[in-house]
């Protein structure tokens, strides 16, 4: 059986989720792309070998993650601000204008609360309540304990909840008032 046959269709599906992912993991769509792309280049090369491959493209996807975190606490990124011929050359152009509809408001606020979080706890929040995996297939996925993710879950959480929180009030997110729970 020729090797593209079930990898092709493979990919179509799942790249979108692998980018979804990443994009999570990373807070950076240029980045998140990049690591799903080499994520399955390594899939494509290791495919007759892999049980099962959206475990192995996603494990790939988290340890490239990893592989960025450590390298940026290496090496800190400096903001460059682009500017514009027809812009002032004082104003910050890197962010978009604000979008009105509450549905943007509260991804972007939630977004933001998540890259607050250090890389373990991003990562285990990511796995564990957006990706909907287990305690274990999450330390699986990290390679760690299932009692390290508990704890990292439960720490990762409380720090959301006061980020999210208004005027220290933990019962009351941030959220507009159509994406409250």
């Not at 090797?3 to 092709?8: A, I, K, L, Q, Y």
Request: charged share 30%; hydrophobic share 40%; no cysteine.
């Amino acid at each position: 059986m020729d090797r593209r046959e079930g990898f092709e269709p493979f990919a179509a599906g799942a790249a979108s989720h692998l980018r979804r992912t990443a994009y999570l993991l990373t807070g950076d769509p240029h980045v998140a792309e990049d690591l799903v792309q080499d994520a399955l280049v390594a899939l494509y090369v290791a495919w007759p070998r892999v049980a099962d491959p959206y475990a192995y493209a996603r494990r790939s996807v988290v340890n490239g993650t990893r592989s960025r975190w450590r390298y940026r606490r290496r090496r800190p990124e400096t903001s460059v601000a682009v500017v514009h011929d027809d812009a002032d050359p004082g104003a910050d152009t890197r962010t978009a204008p604000p979008d009105a509809t509450d549905a943007v408001l509260a991804r972007r606020v939630l977004l933001d609360a998540l890259a607050t979080l250090p890389a373990r706890q991003r990562a285990v929040v990511v796995l564990r309540h957006l990706e909907d995996l287990s305690e274990p297939q999450t330390a699986q996925a990290l390679g760690i304990s299932v009692g390290t993710v508990k704890s990292q879950n439960a720490r990762a959480l409380t720090r959301l909840r006061e980020a999210l929180a208004p005027d220290g009030d933990p019962d009351a997110a941030r959220l507009p008032e159509g994406q409250r729970s």
